[in-house]
């Protein structure tokens, strides 16, 4: 007779890589015609399936789970508004701050007991900066802050690098 251990749980398929992906497609925007070809519910699924490999159940999937679905509905209030930034828009942006927050987090709490200090310390870093950013942003955009453009520049940068490091994780 001839013991064998159970095999090892499977690793999921790229996490990481469907969260930067994700994300790169929830705050894009590609526009032909006034018409967004990176339709914003499909980057925050993709998000809520990187994050339900992670750790399946959590805050950050949920949150995800809403702004796909305020995503869609947004589709609709972007024709509705026809240029206006209304109170909802302002909503739905912190929203998705939030929800990039708490993504990353999972993240972050997923790769630190493997012992990859760096990239921990540079995904914090980096959420930070697009949420601070982000949230100045909003600021300035409601008329409660100056350097709008300069903060939504910042955020995008940051916003990039984090896409990067994301997608490079072997997570």
């Not at 992670?54 to 950050?60: E, H, P, V």
């Not at 702004?67 to 972007?78: C, I, K, N, Q």
């Not at 409601?142 to 994301?166: D, H, P, R």
């Amino acid at each position: 007779m001839v013991l064998k251990e159970p095999a090892p749980p499977a690793a999921p398929a790229q996490p990481g890589l469907k969260i930067a992906i994700g994300l790169l497609v929830a705050f894009a925007a590609l526009r032909v015609g006034g018409l967004d070809l990176l339709f914003d519910p499909i980057g925050w699924w993709l998000c809520l399936l990187g994050v339900g490999d992670l750790k399946s159940g959590s805050k950050a999937g949920w949150l995800a789970l809403g702004m796909a679905g305020l995503s869609v509905v947004a589709l609709f209030e972007a024709h509705a508004a026809q240029g206006t930034y209304s109170a909802f828009w302002l909503g739905y942006s912190a929203g998705a701050l939030v929800t990039l927050w708490a993504v990353v987090d999972v993240v972050i709490r997923y790769i630190r007991p493997f012992g990859d200090h760096y990239d921990v310390t540079l995904l914090d870093a980096l959420r930070w900066a697009v949420v601070g950013a982000g949230a100045v942003a909003l600021l300035a955009e409601s008329g409660y802050a100056w350097l709008g453009e300069v903060a939504v520049i910042a955020m995008y940068c940051a916003l990039a690098l984090l896409v990067v490091i994301l997608w490079r994780l072997r997570a």
